[in-house]
């Protein structure tokens, strides 16, 4: 608030309000939807300094927000300055800076703003002195941020998306402050108001300190069992009065003596207020989801609605995980429907990434439902559960078992506040267990919310969300029946597909490597089935049919698109003949100019998002199927055809990935050498035209010739067997403001893989020199190499002092193969026992590891899971055969990649060069399936050896793998240089083992396990 009168709002999808007459009229300074979201606005004070004679001083201010890409997975920040009082804003372009979702200002034209962690400055908190116009990063012990308190004086305190606490009171050396609280209980901020530091969040967290160092709780006048149906949001102080907005919407919190006593105030409203702001003591604003504003002049007393974009949902998802959440049906409301609609996920499976420096998932999702048009996507931290690839951890269960209903208080308390006429829900009816038990939870939830009598949270007395009843319930159904809402489904409101909104988030979801196992990337959303609860006998083709709408649910910005029905109609169909291209044979690795003059006429007709929609999908089809040509195109069109920097990205990081891998390498020449004679045209055997006698040429003079035409059949460049120098193109052709890019440590490890490769190619020892051959001389983007240099030294050869890597013993004779050890043999291997987060169970797997000159030996024992194995009979097994005892090889009974994901499962990878992008994989299942690829692509067919034990304690399996399958037809002695291992143990429906990394050089979801292969 700038006045009593004047006041700025910003939000999703780049809104930015303002009103000069209290609140009155709202105008909007930008009229067209952005993809970015504005998070805070700041002014300075006005100055008159170069202003005309006679003229009102101008304010200076600044925007801050950004988005996360769908596609890459990168955090874009965004800021916007003002020199003219607000009346314009202009965006800059500042290279590296994540989203920030907090400004403070220090002084005039000084501000700090924080958010998403970036790789590029290697901090999440950023300082200007410029005005926003430049900015510098400010060191800090923890990641991803979630709320900055700095002093005049330079004190800082921090709070992380961990919920843990950092104080600095010289604003530099941080250290962890003491506060009973954990990573579940969200803290959502901290204030320095006149009484102190404050810091508040979930469950009716509120802290208070002097010093911040000694902190203690301020208790707010709720009962301790109705705490978590509270959440402070958001503080603002005023002289000694103070505020707390937050869950549920309705309230208030209030105190006049600095903090020592609470009273609780109600808005009359059931908007959730994300933002409060004050003028003075009296004179109040609060912000909130839908657009709503509200406004107070005694103290928020009373108040009354300035702004609304709409008073509820039409429709609410209560999804189990985010991976459940119904994009489609929600898409089809929005966009079909026009009307709001919003999804909360119960349970947070990826609540370990805030403790890293990874991409914040729940940031993720809220931008995504910017993108989609959903108002937000809100997770609830309080119930994280086990990130389980199959099934549902039997100890997540317990929250549905507990005697107290805190879980089914709290989803009442979420219906009534968003008041939907529609409620999607998990398939009551599901196998996975957890998706069960919440649906029926739902369900219950939404019969308690209609009813008057039932109150959630006792404490909170009569102000708490009056009843709502729920017209309609669509059950999400994973088996037959209901209905099915197709991507290609033409949307005459909004003229457009479904597939349009569903694309960003078909592109999170891929490229963050969610798909299930052998699911395909086209089929990553709209194949649910939905259905009615406790209305069999009505039946309805969409989500609103038959629904009587009310307008107080209308979207005020109409997602619309003027699109020609012709091309919409070409987009629908579009599937099926991709579908139908990706069966015509050809060549895997050679060009071939008809199929891809049939790309080209296929996405001819199509928009422009369906064409990249379908040339995308082409790409990783085509990779999964190991046809490098096809895959090649098609990343090369997008690449001509597709300027935005996002787009771009996708393609180059699909093309450095696997262009100069030492794994693909070593499966294309595998195709190479498979390919029969006669399918192998030379590359140096033009194909001419027949000559014939030139009527033109005198009998003497035989220099005149008929022209001929050749036609060279030519490699894919990926198939070429040079592709490090394809790869040091690539990076040649970087855009020079990709120059923060190659800091990152996705990019960064990926290229230092890359430079060994070309080093022991070219100089055959890790040599700088190699170096000047390999990267292009001119590009200033190459960074510290140096620096990598100098790193594998150390890692090839550790330092006198240092621990070692840990070496694969060698053994003079090979085992018997038969899944049982031989202790006079297998001691001599390398032991090591895998770990779990997610069970208190002492025994897991044990692992041996040792190799003689041609074969890697592994041996693992599994204890038996009684649990997982009966979750696991539910789903038969798809496998024909079977072989206990007896090696398997590429010969046998057993059938190749025919390894079920619904059961117990282990699997090993090993990266030979260590990029953590490209991998062989060998894995197997409990019941004697078996599968080999290299990273996705399973058309890798390696001769490798297993041979099963189990008993009635444990799961035995020995394995052999030749050393040739990982290293043979390399000019890289790739056995004499470190390895990367991955090992991991997945019990559906329990838990997740795995190898816990020691030297290890990179942050990831896997965990990797350096180890030196190399001969004693």
């Known amino acids: 608030m700038l006045s009593i009168d004047r006041a700025f709002a910003v939000g999703d999808a780049g809104a930015i309000l303002l009103t000069e007459d209290g609140g009155k009229q709202w105008k909007s300074l930008q009229p067209l939807r952005s993809e970015m979201n504005y998070y805070a606005i700041g002014m300075d004070e006005p100055v008159s300094l170069g202003a005309a004679p006679g003229s009102m001083p101008q304010r200076s201010g600044l925007i801050v927000g950004g988005t996360l890409q769908p596609a890459t997975g990168r955090s874009i920040g965004v800021v916007l300055t003002t020199q003219d009082d607000g009346k314009t804003w202009t965006p800059l372009v500042i290279p590296g800076l994540p989203r920030l979702i907090g400004l403070q200002r220090i002084k005039q034209r000084h501000w700090v703003a924080w958010g998403d962690w970036s790789d590029h400055f290697a901090s999440s908190l950023f300082e200007s002195i410029d005005g926003g116009k430049s900015w510098s990063p400010r060191r800090i012990p923890c990641g991803h941020l979630q709320g900055v308190a700095v002093a005049d004086d330079g004190a800082t305190l921090l709070v992380d998306r961990a919920s843990r606490v950092f104080f600095a009171p010289d604003g530099v050396a941080f250290r962890s402050v003491s506060i009973d609280t954990d990573q579940f209980r969200t803290l959502r901020f901290c204030k320095l108001q006149s009484q102190g530091w404050w ?39 005023k002289a000694d009065r103070l505020w707390v907005v937050g869950k549920p919407g309705n309230l208030i919190w209030s105190s006049n003596d600095h903090g020592s006593n609470w009273e609780r105030l109600s808005t009359q409203t059931t908007t959730v207020l994300l933002d409060i702001d004050a003028w003075d003591d009296q004179v109040l604003m609060g912000c909130g989801r839908l657009g709503n504003i509200l406004q107070s002049r005694n103290g928020g007393r009373s108040w009354r609605e300035s702004h609304a974009s709409a008073k509820r949902y ?8 985010d991976q459940t959440i119904p994009w489609d049906a929600l898409g089809y409301i929005i966009h079909e429907g026009l009307h709001h609609s919003a999804a909360v996920v119960i349970h947070d499976r990826r609540f370990t990434e805030r403790m890293h420096h990874q991409i914040d998932r ?17 997770v609830l931290p309080g119930y994280p559960v086990s990130d389980l690839q199959v099934g549902s951890n039997v100890n997540d269960l317990s929250y549905y078992h507990r005697s107290d209903d805190q879980i089914l208080r709290k989803i009442v308390q979420e219906i009534r506040l968003h008041r939907p006429d529609v409620l999607l829900i998990e398939d009551i009816s599901s196998p996975n267990m957890l998706r069960s038990a919440n649906g029926a939870l739902v369900s219950q939830a939404a019969q308690l919310a209609g009813n008057p009598s039932y109150v959630p949270a006792k404490s909170l007395g009569a102000d708490q969300p009056a009843a709502w009843t729920v017209q309609r319930i669509i059950q999400r159904s994973e088996s037959n029946g209901g209905f099915l809402l197709s991507p290609s489904m033409l949307l005459k409101k909004s003229n457009q597909l479904l597939a349009k909104p569903l694309q960003p988030i078909r592109y999170y979801y891929g490229a963050n490597g969610l798909v299930q196992a052998g699911e395909p990337p086209a089929a990553l959303v709209g194949k649910a089935q939905y259905r009615l609860v406790d209305q069999k006998s009505v039946t309805i083709n969409n989500p609103l049919d038959g629904l009587v709408v009310k307008s107080d649910t209308k979207l005020c910005d109409k997602p619309l698109l003027k699109v020609k029905l012709a091309t ?15 069966q015509t044979r050809g060549s895997q690795v050679y060009r071939e100019n008809a199929w891809d003059e049939a790309l080209a006429e296929l996405i001819k007709p199509l928009s422009a998002e369906s064409a990249l929609d379908v040339l995308w999908m082409v790409s990783q089809e085509s990779r999964i199927q190991g046809n490098w040509h096809r895959w090649y195109t098609a990343l090369q069109m997008i690449q001509a055809r597709y300027p935005k920097e996002e787009q771009q990205e996708m393609v180059y990081r699909e093309l ?20 029969k004679q006669e399918d192998q045209p030379s590359a140096n055997t033009p194909l001419q035209v027949a000559s014939a006698a030139s009527p033109f040429a005198s009998a003497d003079n035989s220099a005149v010739k008929p022209a001929t035409y050749s036609s060279q059949i030519r490699l894919t460049p990926i198939a070429r067997g040079a592709s490090e120098k394809e790869f040091a193109k690539q990076l040649g052709e970087w855009p020079q403001e990709w120059k923060a890019k190659q800091q990152e440590p996705a990019w960064a490890w ?12 070219r100089a055959g020892k890790l040599d700088p020199s190699a170096e000047r051959d390999f990267w292009p001389s001119y590009s200033p983007q190459l960074g510290n190499w140096s620096g990598i240099h100098e790193q594998e030294l150390i890692v090839n050869a550790p330092p006198e002092g240092s621990l070692p890597i840990p070496r694969i013993p060698w053994i003079k004779s090979p085992p018997h193969l038969d899944g049982n050890p031989e202790p006079e043999l297998w001691t001599q291997a390398m032991t090591m026992r895998l770990s779990t987060a997610w069970t208190d169970q002492a025994e897991t797997s044990i692992v041996r590891i040792c190799r003689d000159q041609d074969f890697l030996y592994l041996h693992v024992s599994s204890p038996r899971s009684r649990t997982s194995e009966l979750a696991a009979s539910a789903s ?8 206990k005892k007896n090696p398997i090889g590429h010969n046998n009974k057993t059938k190749r990649d025919s390894m079920d994901p619904q059961l117990e499962h282990l699997s090993l990878k090993i990266d030979i060069d260590r990029d953590y992008a490209t991998w062989f994989e060998f894995a197997w299942d409990t019941q004697d399936g078996i599968l080999d690829r290299c990273n996705d692509i399973p058309i890798w067919d390696p001769q490798w050896y297993i041979a099963f034990s189990p008993t009635d304690e444990a799961w035995n399996a020995e394995l ?20 990367a291992m991955s090992i991991q143990r997945e019990r559906p429906s329990l838990s997740t083992e795995f190898l816990v990394a020691g030297d290890n050089d990179r942050w990831g979801r896997d965990q990797w396990l350096i180890l030196n292969p190399s001969a004693p």
């Open 750 to 761: 990926l290229i230092a893989s890359r430079f060994r490769t070309s080093s022991y190619t």
């Open 199 to 237: 810091i508040g969040g979930d469950g009716a967290q509120l802290w208070h300190s002097i010093d911040a160092v000694n902190w203690q709780s301020v208790k707010l006048p709720i009962d301790a069992q109705d705490a978590p149906l509270v959440d402070c949001l958001q503080m603002v102080g």
């Open 568 to 582: 919409l109609m070409a987009s629908a169909s579009s599937g099926s003949k991709v579908a139908e291209l990706l």
């Open 314 to 321: 039409l429709g609410l998802s209560l999804s189990a995980t």
């Open 876 to 883: 038969p097994s798809q496998r024909n055969g079977s072989s």
């Open 362 to 378: 729940n940031s993720a999702l809220e931008c995504l439902a910017s993108r989609a048009h959903l108002d937000h996507v809100s």
């Open 960 to 979: 052999a793998i030749p050393i040739s399958e990982l290293v043979n037809d390399s000019s890289v002695p790739w056995e004499q240089l470190p390895w």
């Open 656 to 675: 450095m990935t696997y262009t100069g891998s030492a794994e693909i390498d070593r499966m294309i020449r595998e195709q190479l050498s498979k390919r």
